[in-house]
């Protein structure tokens, strides 16, 4: 039966084994993610260690590694980074953290059921009363907003107080995307171009060539920089971004949002197999449709 000091040195290890890509931990480190004094956390090293649960590499840049006996332990499963399930604060993804298991104390209903999360990860960076997002789940696209009402260090489990509980709809991102599609030709001028952005009051539009193709988007941000630059007369081909984001109607509403999530962007174009437009999918379509809004 481990301690309730040697159960947090163990979680501690893990949570910064994870983000290390396979490097060892040194004792320093567990101590200060613990605030705890190095030479304790050497002393209760010799004891996980002769429990099987950590394993020590020699060397200048040696450590301690856990051993899958203390995934085990500490009833966390031993999988790939890819199969955790994201945390979001104010919509930014946290990185340091995930989730690997979800757990509910009744059954669900928004407002009136509480959730034990147990997490991989440092979860002192969350404070009681931070609102947070939790998923989409890989097996069900389960997405649980909450409230954090208890944070258990030792265990690292956060308890979360509910205030909606739903499964991403199975519909492809052509369901939801508004076909009134404004877009520009690679030919415009950018005077017009701004003209057309202004009058239609959007930030930004993907760029066609003459075979009504997606090839590119261009932004205000776009403009105002060529401007500064004094490309005034260039064309809309010469400033437009090439890095443009497309996907095919048929993709589903979960992958649409993982993609954003991971390119750090707010919106799709959707095209046809051509690559033809054939409409535009934003962060905001998506989540509305998820809360049943669309």
Same mark, same amino acid.
């Given at each position: 039966?481990?301690?309730?000091?040697?159960?947090?040195?163990?979680?501690?290890?893990?949570?910064?084994?994870?983000?290390?890509?396979?490097?060892?931990?040194?004792?320093?480190?567990?101590?200060?993610?613990?605030?705890?004094?190095?030479?304790?956390?050497?002393?209760?090293? #010799?004891?996980? %260690?002769?429990?099987?649960?950590?394993?020590?590499?020699?060397?200048?840049?040696?450590?301690?590694?856990?051993?899958?006996? *203390?995934?085990?332990?500490?009833?966390?499963? *031993?999988?790939?980074?890819?199969? #955790?399930?994201?945390?979001?604060?104010?919509?930014?993804?946290?990185?340091?953290?995930?989730?690997?298991?979800?757990?509910?104390?009744?059954?669900?209903?928004?407002?009136?059921?509480?959730?034990?999360?147990?997490?991989?990860?440092?979860?002192?960076?969350?404070?009681?009363?931070?609102?947070? %997002?939790?998923?989409?789940?890989?097996?069900?696209?389960?997405?649980?907003?909450?409230?954090?009402?208890?944070?258990?260090?030792?265990?690292?489990?956060?308890?979360?107080?509910?205030?909606?509980?739903?499964?991403?709809?199975?519909?492809?991102?052509?369901?939801?995307?508004?076909?009134?599609?404004?877009?520009?030709?690679?030919?415009?001028?950018?005077?017009? *171009? *701004?003209?057309?952005?202004?009058?239609?009051?959007?930030?930004?539009?993907?760029?066609?060539?003459?075979?009504?193709?997606?090839?590119?988007?261009?932004?205000?941000?776009?403009?105002?920089?060529?401007?500064?630059?004094?490309?005034?007369?260039?064309?809309?081909?010469?400033?437009?971004?090439?890095?443009?984001?497309?996907?095919?109607?048929?993709?589903?509403?979960?992958?649409?949002?993982?993609?954003?999530?991971?390119?750090?962007?707010?919106?799709?174009?959707?095209?046809?197999?051509?690559?033809?437009?054939?409409?535009?999918?934003? %962060?905001?379509?998506?989540?509305?449709?998820?809360?049943?809004?669309?």
């Amino acid at each position: 039966m481990l301690t309730s000091v040697q159960k947090e040195i163990l979680q501690s290890l893990i949570n910064l084994y994870r983000n290390s890509k396979g490097k060892s931990i040194k004792g320093e480190e567990i101590a200060e993610m613990m605030n705890r004094n190095p030479g304790t956390i050497r002393n209760q090293m #010799q004891s996980l %260690r002769s429990l099987g649960l950590v394993k020590g590499v020699p060397g200048p840049r040696g450590g301690y590694k856990p051993t899958i006996e *203390a995934y085990h332990t500490l009833n966390i499963s *031993a999988t790939d980074n890819e199969a #955790q399930v994201p945390i979001y604060m104010k919509g930014e993804k946290l990185e340091d953290i995930s989730v690997a298991k979800i757990e509910f104390t009744s059954i669900p209903h928004p407002g009136e059921c509480e959730a034990a999360i147990k997490a991989l990860g440092n979860i002192k960076q969350l404070d009681l009363g931070d609102r947070i %997002r939790i998923g989409p789940t890989p097996v069900n696209k389960l997405v649980v907003n909450g409230v954090v009402v208890g944070r258990d260090d030792m265990d690292n489990i956060l308890l979360l107080d509910t205030t909606s509980i739903r499964s991403i709809p199975k519909k492809t991102v052509l369901d939801v995307a508004s076909h009134n599609l404004i877009t520009l030709d690679v030919d415009n001028d950018i005077k017009h *171009a *701004a003209e057309i952005l202004s009058t239609r009051d959007i930030e930004g539009a993907p760029v066609l060539d003459n075979e009504k193709r997606v090839v590119g988007i261009l932004t205000l941000s776009d403009i105002t920089r060529a401007i500064a630059q004094d490309k005034t007369r260039d064309k809309v081909k010469n400033i437009m971004s090439r890095k443009i984001i497309t996907v095919q109607g048929n993709v589903m509403i979960a992958e649409a949002i993982e993609i954003m999530t991971k390119k750090k962007i707010g919106r799709l174009i959707v095209t046809d197999a051509d690559r033809k437009p054939v409409g535009i999918v934003t %962060r905001t379509d998506l989540l509305d449709k998820i809360a049943g809004l669309k």
